[in-house]
């Protein structure tokens, strides 16, 4: 069964949410505090990670941090607050998703399923074990190479260190290079969702990859954005190196 690690320090909320995404049969797993969580993802890590962002001890935003150091896996941030910098701080240093307490079940729900859908299915071009000949599992960029089956990307030999959501993006955006992908067909693809002309984690993630891959915010050449239009992955600038 998929397991959920759920980190709440309010019991009568854990208990709700716990109990209705047991209801769905997920084995669900709950801490009241972060004091744990380190090791307990190093040693079992979850499917993945609903994660209270106001905890006693270390809060949420921390925790997410020192968990990108080596897990990978979604972390869904759960709050009482409605705040645009506490979200975009989220998706900065690396969660998957930001979802307010007052958000009804059944949309967490399909939420943390598209989550789950995400990490666990190849992205596109990938290819298994015996699948046909001719799709790809590998892109090479120059000083850039990119390894679907392993989930890996390397830049001037060294390991980029890319959550989930920050490999499956770089796949897409690279497996399209050329071409301009929109923020609508980015969050379809990537997290099963429509854009609503407001959700901003498109955007922090591209910059989040730009930093990573030494782009220029002020004037990316690598992942240029398209005004009004979306994103493009350059096809020379990386021989040019």
Known sequence: MTRILFVEDDPELSELISGFLRSFEFTVDVQADGSQLLDSVRDNPPDL?????MLPGKDGLTLCRELREFWGG??????SLNSDMN??????IGATDYVVKTTPPSVLLARIRAHLR???TQPVGAQAAGSPAGERTTLNFGKLQIDA????????????GLSTGDFDLLWELASHAGDILSRDHLLKELRGIEYDGLDRSIDVAV???R???DDDPNE??????????????????????
């Open 149 to 160: 089956r392993n989930r890996t990307a390397t830049y001037h030999g060294e390991p980029l």
């Open 49 to 53: 990670l609903l994660l209270d962002i």
């Open 220 to 241: 990316p050449r690598k992942i240029k954005t398209i005004r009004h239009k979306g994103y493009l992955f350059a096809t020379d600038i990386w021989w040019q190196e």
């Open 207 to 209: 910059s989040r990859l």
């Open 74 to 79: 979604p972390i869904v941030l759960l709050t």
């Open 211 to 213: 930093k990573k891959l």
């Open 118 to 120: 995400s990490a666990s």
């Open 87 to 92: 979200q975009i701080l989220g998706f900065e």
